[in-house]
C-alpha cells in the first residue's frame, strides 16, 4: 500500500520521503473484538515500566540501532513505528481498533499461517509524542503465551543523530511457555532482531528518496 507522496526535508539539506516507502495496511478490528479485548485485564502489574526502571522477576532486554540524522527523519520514522509498520514489516500480522498507537489502542499480532497462526492480544498503554521521542508501548493481555511489556521508541539524540530503542519484560504466562523455557527467550530475540530490520529498511528507504 503507498500513500500520496509526502517530501520531507532532512537535516543536511536533501529531501527524506516518508509518502514514498512501502507500507504496510493493517487490519480494523472487528467491533466485538475491540469491546472484548478493551475491557480485557493486562496479564502484569507493572503497567508503564518500560518508560523508567524494568522491574524484577522479568526477561529483560534493551535493543537500539542508530538509524541516521535529522529532523525530519525522526518525525517520519516516528510515524512509520507508530502506525504498526515495524511489525508488519517484520511479517507479524496486526488488527488494531486505530490506525495509528494512541493509548488504549487494542490489537491483535499473529504470527505465523492458518492453524499455525499464533494470535497474541495486547493494549497500548502509553504513547509518546515529543520534540524528542516518538512511540508507544504494549501491554500483553490474556490469550498471550507471556506476559509483561515492550515498548518502541524513536530517539533524536543532541548530536542530531536518530536511533531506534526496544525495550521489554517478559516472563511465561502459560504452562506451555513456561514449559518451552529456553526456547521462549529465542524465538522473542529473533522476533526483535526482525523488529529492528524492519526499522532499519524504513530508514534506509527515507534516507534514499
Known amino acids: 500500500m503507498r500513500r500520496p507522496q509526502r517530501s520531507l526535508s532532512s537535516g543536511s539539506g536533501g529531501e527524506v520521503s516518508w509518502g514514498m516507502i512501502r507500507q504496510w495496511a493493517s487490519p480494523v478490528l472487528p467491533i466485538e473484538v475491540r469491546d472484548r479485548l478493551a475491557v480485557a485485564e493486562l496479564t502484569y502489574r507493572e503497567v508503564g515500566?518500560?518508560?523508567?526502571?524494568?522491574p524484577a522477576g522479568y526477561h529483560q532486554?534493551?535493543?537500539s540501532l542508530p538509524i541516521?540524522?535529522?529532523h525530519q527523519l525522526f518525525v517520519a520514522a516516528g510515524d512509520a513505528v507508530r502506525q504498526w509498520q515495524v511489525q508488519l514489516g517484520a511479517g507479524l500480522q496486526v488488527s488494531?481498533?486505530?490506525?495509528?498507537?494512541?493509548?488504549?489502542?487494542?490489537?491483535?499480532?499473529g504470527l505465523g499461517i492458518g492453524s499455525l497462526r499464533l494470535r497474541a492480544p495486547c493494549r497500548v498503554v502509553y504513547a509518546v509524542d515529543e520534540p524528542r521521542r516518538r512511540?508507544?508501548?504494549?501491554?500483553?493481555?490474556a490469550g498471550q503465551p507471556e506476559s509483561g511489556e515492550e515498548a518502541f521508541m524513536i530517539e533524536h539524540h543532541d548530536d542530531d543523530s536518530v536511533s531506534f530503542r526496544i525495550t521489554a519484560f517478559s516472563r511465561p504466562a502459560t504452562r506451555l511457555a513456561t514449559i518451552a523455557g529456553p526456547l521462549g527467550a529465542v524465538v522473542q530475540r529473533q522476533i526483535t532482531a526482525r523488529y529492528l530490520r524492519s526499522l532499519g529498511?524504513?530508514?534506509?528507504?527515507?534516507?534514499?528518496n
Not at 529498511?201 to 534514499?208: F, N, S
Open 68 to 70: 541516521s540524522c535529522g
Open 61 to 63: 532486554f534493551t535493543r
Open 201 to 208: 529498511k524504513i530508514a534506509v528507504q527515507l534516507v534514499c
Open 96 to 109: 488494531a481498533s486505530s490506525p495509528t498507537a494512541v493509548a488504549g489502542t487494542v490489537l491483535l499480532l
Open 135 to 141: 512511540g508507544f508501548a504494549y501491554g500483553t493481555l
Open 49 to 54: 515500566a518500560t518508560a523508567g526502571d524494568l
